[in-house]
């Protein structure tokens, strides 16, 4: 059975066109996923925001990328994960590749003596290389929660927070202005504090704000809203028609925030004081890997 040829009109390669501006225009963050472009595209008047009009632009990113006008690296697909369980084909390739590897990523735990735990927490997976491109500068980890947590997820939380029970432990969360993208937090704090018994712990929402709908004119999820569900009920309630997924955000602008975020609980002189430890000792490391790399490349063909 042969699928249907995607008919690449004038309306289609105008569209496409549009694409290939907005990747240009986000290349630092790519890939990108279907949802940020899409959004881009809504927000810049490109397409209607509507259902029909994101399954067009799906199927237009698919076979824009079959028929090679668009990189792949330039669409990720972040929910299927390939697992590489392959070898090396001899000895020597994997002394190469270790000596290569050897001592490098070394990072400090720059957040040893500031008196705030935090920890970055994020409704969606799709957006976690934004984030943990920009958090690990800052040596913070990011948690990607994906809906609603279990109290088993909780409770590993409760238990990375106990090394640290002498500071004061922050949840910096950024989720969906919807019907249960703000519900969650709500139903963490509840879990966390009266269940768990959680009491060094503050959680504050960074993203979405009302006010960031209004501030980007950012476009509304038209499928978020289902009047049957009763957290829409009270949702509408409270703020009206208004349902926007953090996805609608230019990744410049929710970089600055997630930087704001953590850079406004920091003390900036230990922060600093902390890098410059850093560097001294990446350099010592630097400089041990070069003598035992030469002592190994010496021996390694006596071996």
């Known amino acids: 059975m042969s699928r249907r040829v995607f008919n690449w009109s004038k309306l289609q390669l105008d569209k496409l066109n549009r694409v290939i501006e907005i990747i240009k225009e986000l290349q630092e963050y790519r890939p990108l996923t ?13 397409i209607e925001n509507n259902v029909s009009q994101y399954t067009m632009l799906s199927m237009l990113l698919k ?7 668009i990189n792949w690296d330039d669409v990720e697909d972040r929910g299927r994960i390939y697992h ?33 735990y935090i920890e970055v927490w994020i409704e969606k997976d799709a957006l976690s290389s934004i984030f943990v491109n920009t958090c690990i500068y800052y ?31 922050l949840m910096l969360y950024f989720g969906d202005f919807d019907p249960s993208g703000m519900n969650m937090v709500e139903a963490m704090d509840i879990t966390l504090k009266n269940e ?3 009491n060094n712990l503050e959680i ?35 703020y009206g028609n208004v349902a926007v997924e953090l996805d ?22 230990n922060f600093n004081n902390e890098i410059e430890a850093e560097t001294t000792e990446i350099d010592k490391l630097n400089t041990l890997k070069e003598k035992l790399a030469k002592y190994i490349k010496m021996n390694i063909n006596g071996s």
């Open 34 to 46: 279907l949802r940020q472009i899409y959004y881009q595209m809504v927000g810049k008047g490109y």
């Open 63 to 69: 076979n824009a990328r079959l028929k090679g006008y």
């Open 84 to 116: 590489n369980l392959t070898g090396y084909r001899d000895k020597n390739i994997f002394i190469t590749t270790e000596l290569e590897n050897f001592l490098t990523g070394y990072r400090r735990d720059l957040m040893q003596t500031q008196n705030k």
């Open 139 to 169: 040596s913070v980890p990011v948690i990607v929660c994906r809906g609603y947590s279990s109290v088993t997820f909780l409770n590993n939380f409760k238990n990375r927070l106990k090394p640290h029970s002498d500071k004061l432990c």
């Open 196 to 198: 768990l018994k959680v």
């Open 204 to 238: 504050k929402r960074v993203a979405l704000q009302r006010a960031d709908i209004d501030k980007y004119k950012l476009p509304h999820n038209p499928t978020a809203l289902k009047k049957a569900d009763t957290r829409a009920s009270k949702h509408i309630g409270l």
């Open 248 to 269: 609608a955000l230019a990744p410049a602008v929710l970089t600055d925030k997630i930087k704001t975020a953590v850079e406004t609980e920091l003390n900036i002189n």
